[in-house]
């Protein structure tokens, strides 16, 4: 069987909390999420978060699922049109796009400021690289969308994981702003607990603040 492809959108915040990176493995999609939307057009203020999603109501959401080759060059194209919207972040070097192992493709913004310190309110200068990511999965609305909050060390265990949650949320009502259906979107924080490079130095902290995005296909069956 084919191993889905899971586009997986990095979003490099540089505010002092830090933010995990996803293993090298497909993200299970539910694991401590918090599911934004239970019908579709649901306002993030009335949802009552969950780890579940109703398939049904996922599969209402974006018209029916995906099946067998349609799978692949669905996100296949939905990759070639990310890299197109983030052409000039990628040019300046703010962006970079990464395969990695089982068909996952890592989009890492490299030096994005979205967050003041110890703040969940994105900053205005954000929002056209948001948009440019919007647009897409409007788009190619046969997705799911995960986003995961991370966090540097600075600050409580238990602070910091608070935190990466409500950045999630952050984004996410960002996101549904645009037009992404709620039903489509989950949430979940990491907190500091998985950084991609060392908490010791500013630049380090700097890179394990971020914002990741999962978008994976709605299949059939």
């Not at 070639?80 to 040019?91: M, T, Y």
């Not at 994005?112 to 200068?125: E, L, R």
């Not at 907190?191 to 010791?200: C, D, L, R, Y």
């Amino acid at each position: 069987m084919r191993t889905p492809l899971v586009i997986v959108l990095v979003l490099t915040l540089a505010a002092c909390e830090n933010i995990p990176r996803p293993s090298d493995r497909p993200f299970e999609s539910w694991e401590k999420g918090a599911v934004l939307g239970a019908a579709a057009g649901a306002g993030l203020g009335a949802i009552a978060y969950s780890k579940n999603r109703s398939s049904g109501a996922i599969y209402g959401a974006v018209g029916g699922g995906l099946a067998g080759a349609a799978v692949g060059a669905y996100m296949d194209n939905q990759k070639r049109d990310l890299e197109k919207n983030l052409a000039s972040e990628i040019q300046s070097g703010q962006a970079k796009v990464e395969k990695l192992p089982n068909d996952v493709v890592r989009i890492t913004m490299t030096s994005a400021t979205a967050f003041d310190t110890n703040s969940t309110s994105i900053k205005p200068g954000f929002y056209t690289t948001l948009d440019k990511l919007s647009n897409v999965v409007v788009t190619y609305a046969k997705t799911t969308l995960t986003v995961v909050g991370h966090t540097d060390n600075v600050g409580t265990d238990k602070y910091n994981q608070d935190l990466s949650l409500r950045r999630a949320h952050s984004v996410a009502q960002y996101f549904e702003s645009k037009r992404v259906d709620p039903v489509r979107m989950a949430v979940s924080g990491k907190g500091e607990t998985q950084p991609v490079a060392s908490n010791a130095s500013e630049a380090g902290r700097q890179q394990n603040r971020r914002v990741e995005i999962y978008v994976e296909p709605v299949r059939q069956g």
